[in-house]
């Protein structure tokens, strides 16, 4: 188990940016993937991104591509998702999560954070 803290949600308009961290506790950060993910009002969580243990591998959902970038720093214990572009849509909570391998569904991963919000305003 890895305990994940994520932070940097918050309140923006469209078009404007943000990005989320996420510090990990597991002295072992380096071995996990990691992915964000993000849950609006009603509907379920859905996958936003991935990122393997060494980054070189990653994935962004089709709504995102091209708007946000994961990332991460192994030195740091700490996995980011930066966002442009943001758009109503985008109006979630985000949850970061961890893993021994690469996956892209919530069952994928077996650690999570608490999530934190981030609210785009048309």
């Known amino acids: 188990q890895v305990q994940l803290v994520e932070s940097g949600g918050g309140l923006v308009q469209a078009g404007g940016s943000l990005r989320l961290s996420c510090a990990a506790s597991?002295?072992?950060?380096?071995?996990?993937?990691m992915g964000w993910f993000r849950q609006a009002p009603g509907k379920e969580r859905e996958f936003v991104a991935t990122i393997s243990w060494n980054g070189r591998t990653t994935y962004h959902a089709d709504s995102v591509k091209g708007r946000f970038t994961i990332s991460r720093d192994n030195a740091k214990n700490t996995v980011y998702l930066q966002m442009v572009s943001l758009k109503p849509e985008d109006t979630a909570v985000y949850y970061c999560?961890?893993?021994?391998?690469?996956?892209?569904?919530?069952?994928?991963?077996?650690?999570w954070g608490q999530g934190t919000q981030v609210t785009v305003s048309s």
């Open positions: 999560a961890a893993e021994r391998v690469l996956g892209t569904t919530p069952k994928d991963f077996g650690s």
């Open positions: 597991a002295r072992t950060f380096s071995t996990y993937a």
